[in-house]
C-alpha cells in the first residue's frame, strides 16, 4: 500500500491515493439483520486492499432515527446500534490502518434529526437557550409558512410547530431540521464533533449538503426557475438563490479547515456541494483555507460524449484556483448508477477515465463490478424521496442496492433477506465470479488502480488534451521527461487512431496484449494506455 518514497515526501495522501465510498448499510452484514455493519466493513478490509484503494469513505454510521438513512442524526458521536457501536469502530479503525487504509466519516454540519437532544430543547419553548440553533419564524399573515422555500425532499420547506406557534426550516425531510449556523454555539458544537473523531484516529470528513449550510437571512422568496417542466423534482420549480451557496458559508468551511489542519497526518477535508464549476471553485477558499476537494461531480451529468467531456475537463482544469488540487467523481449513493447511465461497454472506458485523469479519483462502491440501478418493486420502496414524489425517478433506493460478494445465499451479504433487493443477476455478476476472471471489470479497476500506483505520471504528471473527435478522446499525462497517452474510444465502433508508437500498458479489451505492437484503430468501446518510446 504504501507509494513510492519521492511520492510521499512532497506528496500528501490524498492526492495520490483513490477513495471508495462505502455505503454501509450494503456493504456487508455480520449479524443477520440484513443490514451491513462495522464488523462487517472489518470483514472486507482485505477486499478493499486488493481492490487498490487508498481510503474509504463511509456514509453516515451514527445514531439516528434512519428517517433518511443515516443522514437524520440525533447523537453525532455515537454509532447507531444497527451499525455497531464505539468499541466496534476503533477497532475497524485500527484494522484498516494496520492495512494502510484511511477512514473517512461522513459529517453532516446542515441539520440534525428531530430527534436530537438539540431539537428537542428547541422546540420545548421560544425561550429555550437552544431556540436559536434551529431557524423559526412566524407564520406568513395568512398562518401559512413564512415564504415560498421548498424542501429538496418535497413539500414545503417549512413546518409548523402547533405547540410553539412557529415554524421550523428544513432544507430536506420535516424530520431533519436545519441548524442555525449564525448562532455562534452551533458551530463550536459542531466542530467538537469533529474533534471527537479525529481524537479516535480518523483521516477526515466528506462535508454533507455544505452549500445548504445558510439561508439567506432576509427570507426573501426564491425566484421560479423558467426552465422547470412537468416530470422534474417539484423542489426545481424554484430557483435556489436565497437557500443555497451563501457567501457566509465559506467562512464555516474554513473554521472546519481550522479544526482538521490542528491535527497530524494530514486528515482531508472534502465538500459535497452541487454547483457550477464557477461556483464550486470558491469551496477551496480564496487563499487554500476551504476545502482539500470540493466534489466535482461534473462527470455525472456531462453527456458521455468526447467534445462535452473534453471541454468540462478544459474547463475545469483552467478554473481551479492555484492552489486547488482537482478530484473527480463518477457515482455516489445519490445518482443513477455508472453503467446505467453510459451501459456497460462504457463503463469500462468511464473507470479508465477516472483512473487516469488529473486528481483524485472516488469510486462508489459496487461501481468497480459494473453494478447497474436494481428496480425496486413498490412494496420495497425505502427512500423517501421516491415516497414523497414517487414516479418521478428520483429513488435512490436502485443505486443502494446490497454488494453481490458470491454465489451463496443471499450473495454472501446477509444470512438473511436483505433489506434493499439484490441485483437479480448476483448469481452470476458477484465479487467471487469476478476475481479471478481477467475480463471483468473487476479485474479492468485492479489493473487500473495498480497501474495508477505505479505510475507517478498518473498521480502528478499534468494534463494535456491530444485528440477529440465524435468518438474518439484522447488525452496526455506529462512528467518532466514521462508520458503517458490515454485513448478512449466513447462509441461501439472501431476508431483509427494513431497511436505513439511504445509500450501499450493496459486496455480495457481483454483480448488486446500488453506490448508494443503499433495500433491504428482503438476496438469498439475499447480505452488504451500507451506510453510513448
Ligand atoms: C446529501 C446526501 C444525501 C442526503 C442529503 C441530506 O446530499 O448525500 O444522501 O439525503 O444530503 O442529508
Redesign the pocket.
Known sequence: MTPPADLQADFVWWKHGVIYQVYPRSFQDSNGDGVGDIEGIIARLDYLVALGVDAMWISPIFRSPMK?FG?DISDHTAIDPIFGDLAAFDWMVRQAHARGLKVILDF?PN?TSDRHLWFLESRSNRTNPRRDWYIWRDPAPDGGPPNNWRSEFGGPAWTFDSHTGQYYYHA?LAS?PDLNWRHPHVGQAMLDTLRSWLDRGVDGFRV??IHHLFEDETFADNPPNPIWREGMSPAEQLLRTRTVDQAEVHGAVASMRRVTDAYDDNPVLIG?AYLPLERLMAYYGGAGEGFHLPFNFHLMTTPWRPQEIAALIEAYESQLPAHGWPNWVLGN??RSRLASRVGRSQSRVAAMLLLTLRGTPTLYQGDELGMVDVPIPPDRVRDPLELNMPGLGLGRDPVRTPMPWSGEPYAGFSSTEPWLPLNPDWRDMNVARQIDDPASILSLNRALLRLRRSEPCLTRGDYRAHTVTDQLFAFERALGEDRIVIALNLGDSLQSFEAPRGLILLSTDPDRKAGSEPIAALRPNEGLIVRPR
Open positions: 433518511d443522514y453532516v441539520h430536506f431533519q454533507d449538503a459535497e449513493h445519490d
